[in-house]
């Protein structure tokens, strides 16, 4: 079978309605849609929804004593990780690491290494005692938490006898 193309008189005799205005709006919305959707994924890639370059963050006292590195953007029922450093403090008791009472409800802890000595739940805060000697050997604390309900969530962690370090992350669902 051979086919051969139509020529100029045949083609104009087509009842093809034509309107290259709405077919130039389409193009315009196809690309613009083609753009968003590779916005999307740059975005992604980048760790705008979790887990990337863009997600990270760090957020430290004024004297410098505890550095908090976090994600920023994390997921309902997905684990996450806060890194504490705190610089090494000559003290005889417990080093007393505190986490505000708002943050721990939106939040479940599944793990802090090293394991804290006591525990104690105030109004406010969440006080956690730590082995000063194990504590400041490398002056990281790991806590290993899952958060439990959506939107943005703001939290702080400090010293007992010093400031409190700000930080704040949003959680998608």
């Not at 505890?66 to 996450?80: G, L």
């Not at 105030?122 to 490398?138: C, H, K, L, M, W």
């Amino acid at each position: 079978m051979h086919c051969e193309p139509l020529g100029q008189d045949e083609i104009a005799d087509l009842e093809i309605d034509e309107d290259l205005k709405a077919q130039r709006w389409i193009w315009c919305f196809e690309r613009l849609g083609w753009s968003v959707l590779g916005l999307f994924l740059l975005a992604g890639l980048l760790g705008v929804f979790g887990g990337g370059r863009l997600s990270e963050a760090e957020s430290r006292d004024e004297a410098g004593r505890v550095t908090v590195w976090f994600e920023q953007f994390a997921r309902v029922d997905t684990p996450v990780t806060l890194k504490v450093r705190v610089m090494a403090v000559q003290q005889p008791d417990l080093l007393w690491l505190h986490l505000s009472k708002s943050y721990f409800d939106r939040t479940r802890i599944d793990r802090i290494m090293p394991e804290p000595e006591r525990t104690v739940v105030t109004q406010d805060v969440i006080r956690f005692g730590f082995d000063p000697n194990q504590a400041s050997e490398q002056g990281l604390i790991l806590i290993s938490l899952t958060p439990i309900q959506f939107g943005q969530l703001r939290g702080s962690l400090g010293l007992a006898d010093g400031p409190a370090v700000e930080f704040h992350q949003i959680v998608y669902p």
